[in-house]
């Protein structure tokens, strides 16, 4: 596609309920990042998969939260047992295959996490 | 690890005026560093970026910035504001062997006045 396509654009789900967020990358992007955006706050990195290579899952928060990517395209981010404090726009970025240098994000307009 | 702070929460300048975001960060060497513009119920959009080489750099839509190895600042400006230029705006750094975790600054809002 055209851009980064993340859905729903927005989700309100009750406190204890699974969620998915979806992210469909731009084609030909090898490199996909999630970040959580707390009101007020930056941009706060979550996960980064590169092509095949095992993913950096060094910013997810707690265990409730996982993330996968199928065939190196589209990816979904679930969060388990949903917490208020989990309530946030969740961005994903995609960017190019790293050759020697840093990549270019680009970024979806998010989904935005209301848990109640 | 790197840090990024954005000094300034909220700024309001008049169109046509000039404007000037500030960003500092905090590494040992030279990062990488990026200005983005994220307009409401927009994804984050890049403005510019810098690398290596010249330390002003051109962006989209008018804006520049200088890069301070000295002061440690990538600071955004913009000659004259239009009113679409309201958004909000995040300074990010990514830096070292794993440069791809880029980190963010709060952000400065920014309001245009006509």
């Known amino acids: 596609g055209a851009g980064v396509s993340q859905s729903p654009s927005n989700k309100v789900t009750e406190k204890g309920k699974d969620v998915e967020l979806r992210c469909d990358p731009i084609?030909?992007?090898?490199?996909l990042y999630w970040y959580r955006q707390s009101l007020g706050q930056g941009l706060e990195f979550l996960i980064y998969f590169q092509g095949n290579s095992a993913p950096d899952k060094s910013g997810l928060p707690s265990d409730r939260f996982s993330a996968e990517r199928t065939g190196g395209s589209v990816s979904t981010l679930t969060i388990q047992r949903t917490q208020q404090e989990d309530s946030a726009v969740y961005l994903c970025?995609?960017?190019?295959?790293?050759?020697?240098?840093?990549?270019?994000?680009?970024f979806g307009a998010g989904t935005r996490l209301s848990v109640l | 690890a790197q840090s990024v702070t954005q000094p300034d929460i909220h700024i309001t300048v008049s169109e046509g005026a000039s404007l000037e975001l500030r960003c500092n960060y905090s590494?040992?060497?030279?990062?990488?560093l990026f200005w983005y513009v994220q307009s409401p119920g927009q994804g984050l959009q890049l403005l510019l970026k810098y690398f290596s080489g010249d330390t002003l750099v051109q962006g989209i839509k008018g804006f520049e910035a200088e890069f301070k190895r000295s002061q440690s600042s990538f600071n955004l400006r913009k000659p004259s504001v239009h009113w679409s230029d309201a958004a909000e705006y995040f300074c990010?750094?990514?830096?070292?062997?794993?440069?791809?975790?880029?980190?963010f600054g709060a952000g400065t809002t920014v309001t245009v006045r006509a």
């Open positions: 590494y040992g060497a030279t990062p990488y």
């Open positions: 990010a750094v990514g830096a070292g062997s794993n440069d791809y975790k880029l980190s």
């Open positions: 084609s030909g992007h090898t490199a």
């Open positions: 970025a995609s960017s190019r295959t790293r050759t020697g240098g840093v990549n270019i994000q680009y």
